[in-house]
């Protein structure tokens, strides 16, 4: 007995009572104390099931935990009854007490008087009830571990050992029968115990029955097989009856063609499933032969938590079949022939297998395949074969597979045969390319005709003095790559050149370069206003072009200070020019100018840096009495000095060369009347203007041209 108790606590970690939905299903009772209340979520609960036939009830239950399961035990059940209307009403009649004193499982005496001594089932089911558990670890927590997994597996069993069969379900206190029944009737059942867990009561467990005459059980007719080495995996589908839970299965073998079948072991095959894993759809049942190639006929009788198999399914024919491949060759050097042919031999370095039945040889254009046969399936003895259609050399990479009678096979590492081959492939042609608007591009070029080319690189560069760069990864084997060109770039172009190489890596030429116009959506950069001076009659402005090389045209605007909308001032498509004059100016007027720039696709830049001038009323202020300028040699400096004998002004100090306006240099304090500068050789001309302190400005005082040798 106690082999097979202790064989199975490692496994049985469920409840396995499974519920019949068309004949009996728990209903809670709200009109009652024992029926299900607002705080049954604190309550340990019962499981109730019922299987009802013609003229009797079967009911059986179990409680999910070790302590409830004793506690209960120990307490006994009071089983109840109260019969339904069709309605759904209950009749007048109150409870019916089916039990006179609680039900608990059998004394020891009584197991004693009812089993048999060599009834190992039976004595299982007395260990579940009185045995003890032991605990094997001085470490107190894993102690604590152990015995909570003991105590669980216990009720599992016990639970197992009920489903198993009607009479260890009576004895363990886990069933009773309802003769009194009326055919066709419906009756609830409930079932309670007085037994409380820490003060938490056990909750009453109900069920509703019609009495009739029940129908017959489903049986497996899923089964599949798996064969493999010494080896067969019983496969069938665990939800193939939905409103079926069965508690296990009896699996059942005949070794001569069906005709008779035996059990493979007493107890049942229960579909166990971890507490971290999820059920799984499909159950497997392993079976571990002692030879290949003997056939067994295989079938499955399902069981229920009433004890009920259900009748033999389909069947299957399965058995141990050689899955075990033969040794490894390896392959030697190869040998070439002549310009047609290859040899390639091998060898084994072990003992050829019993059952080798020969080999075959096969290549590939790469080591990792696929590979072609191509050869017959050469005799045992051979070591060696020729090769003679190798046209497509100078590579190519070759296995050679050991096969035995049985169909396994097992392949030599692969070898490479090699030709010496220093012609690289003629240098590709005719390349093309499409780009449309959003930048992609279709590079296409004429196929290479070498019988040996493995493929082409891809090669690029922004500008063509620069080196170019691989843009393929891998090597190509079409004559078209698609690529995604950067339009985010002020490079309107790109360029391209193509290669191609054979099956030993020697590469073309580049093909001659390729020049793809990129799509333009960038703008281009906006110019700068560098200066702005105003004079007695009109406003000069300098800027500096935008630098973006496909600029085409600059445009300068104008509007008055802060107010309606910018007006066109001019255009000019010559970089060269980058100033200009405005004289349609009021006085005492203020004004803001702005440019930007046209790119050769339509394109404008952004607005350009605002600036203001103003004409007015500053032009009628003084201006210095007299001004006089020139080179002083021994100075190596031109000397500036005027004579003013107004307020206290500050003074601008313009300068320009003999060419060109003067423009702002410097800014002089109140209290000078003369100041130095030297500039670069060249005819230069200076000019003065008295910044009053109301902010208005004298008209510039010029002096004459000044030679700085």
């Known amino acids: 007995m106690r082999p097979i108790l202790f064989r199975l606590l490692g496994v049985i970690t469920l409840l396995c009572l499974s519920l019949p939905r068309a004949e009996a299903q728990p209903t809670p ?32 239950w179990g409680l999910p935990t070790y302590t409830a399961w004793k506690d209960a035990t120990r307490a006994g059940f009071m089983i109840e009854r ?36 060599e009834d190992s089932l039976a004595g299982a089911a007395v260990q579940t009830l009185h045995g003890q558990s032991v605990v094997s670890t001085d470490d107190p927590f894993g102690s604590i571990v152990e015995l909570h997994m003991q105590q669980r597996n216990l009720v599992g069993f016990a639970l197992l050992l009920a489903d198993m069969r009607a009479d260890l379900a009576t004895g363990l206190g886990l069933r009773f029968v309802d003769r ?236 490479l045969a090699l030709f010496p081959d220093s012609i690289p492939p003629a240098m590709p042609t005719g390349l093309r390319a499409q780009v449309d608007t959003l930048g992609v591009m279709q590079l296409a070029w004429t196929a290479n005709t070498e019988p040996d080319l493995q493929g082409y690189r891809v090669f690029y560069a922004n500008d063509p003095s620069h080196e170019f760069q691989q843009l393929t990864t891998a090597i190509t084997v079409d004559t078209v ?19 191609a190489l054979d099956h030993n890596f020697n590469h073309s030429p580049f093909s001659e370069m390729l020049t793809v116009e990129k799509p333009d959506i960038v703008p281009p950069s906006a110019p700068l206003i560098q200066s702005i001076d105003v004079t007695d009659d009109a406003v000069e ?45 009021d006085p005492g007027a203020s004004y803001e100018y702005a440019l930007y720039a046209w790119d050769d696709d339509g394109l404008r830049s952004p607005l350009s840096n605002i600036v203001r001038a103003v004409r007015g009323g500053r032009m009628h202020h003084d201006g210095v009495a007299a001004i006089s300028g020139g080179y002083h040699a021994e100075r190596g400096a031109v000397r500036i000095e005027w004579t003013w004998e107004g307020g206290d002004c500050a003074f601008h100090l313009y300068r320009g060369t003999d060419a060109g306006p003067v423009r702002l240099y410097r800014s002089i304090s109140s209290d000078l009347r003369s100041i130095e500068d030297v500039p670069a050789p060249g005819t230069w001309k200076y000019a003065v203007k008295v910044v009053h302190p109301d902010g208005g400005e004298s008209a510039l005082q010029y002096t004459s041209a000044i030679v700085v040798p």
């Open 82 to 117: 109260t019969e339904i209307r069709r309605d759904g009403d209950r009749t007048e009649a109150s409870w019916q007490s089916l039990t006179t004193s609680p039900l608990r499982p059998y004394s020891m005496e009584e197991w004693k008087a009812r089993f048999a001594p």
């Open 481 to 499: 790559y698609a690529d995604t060109l950067t339009l985010k770039t002020l490079s309107e172009l790109a360029y391209f050149k193509v290669v």
């Open 29 to 60: 009772d709200p009109t009652t104390s024992g029926g299900a209340t607002a705080d049954s979520a604190a309550r340990l609960t019962l499981r109730l099931i019922a299987r009802a036939t013609a003229d009797s009830v079967v009911l059986r």
């Open 541 to 585: 402005i300098r800027w500096h072009p935008s630098p973006t090389s496909d600029a085409a045209a600059h445009v300068l605007l104008r509007r008055p200070d802060g107010k309606g909308d910018w007006q066109r001032l001019d255009s000019t498509a010559d970089k060269t020019i980058r100033w200009y004059r405005d004289a349609d100016v």
């Open 180 to 415: 009194t029944v009326t055919p066709g009737k419906g009756y609830l059942y409930r079932i309670s115990t007085a037994a409380t867990i820490d003060g938490t009561p056990i909750d009453t467990a109900l069920t509703l029955v019609i009495t009739r005459a029940p129908e017959p059980l489903p049986s497996v007719r899923t089964l599949r097989a798996e064969e493999g080495e010494k080896k067969v995996v019983l496969q069938w589908d665990r939800f193939e009856h939905p409103d079926r839970t069965w508690s296990g299965y009896f699996i059942e073998q005949s070794t001569d063609g069906g005709r008779n079948f035996s059990r493979r072991g007493d107890l049942p095959f229960t579909a166990v499933t971890k507490e971290d894993e999820e059920e799984r759809d499909v159950l497997e049942y392993p079976i571990t032969v002692s030879a290949n190639y003997q056939p067994v006929v295989y079938r499955i009788r399902a069981m229920d938590a009433f004890g009920e198999l259900s009748p033999p399914g389909n069947v299957v024919t399965a058995m141990g079949r050689d899955k075990t491949a033969p040794k490894q060759p390896a392959i030697l050097p190869h040998e070439i022939v002549d310009e047609t042919s290859v040899r390639i031999s091998w060898e084994l370095r072990d003992d050829p297998d019993p059952d080798l039945e020969g080999y075959m040889v096969a290549k590939s254009m790469s080591p990792e395949g696929p590979f072609d046969i191509i050869s017959d399936l050469l005799p045992r003895q051979t070591r060696s074969w020729i090769d003679v259609d190798v046209h497509t050399l100078p590579a190519h990479y070759y296995v050679v597979a050991a096969v035995d009678t049985a169909g396994n096979s097992r392949m030599s590492a692969p070898v």
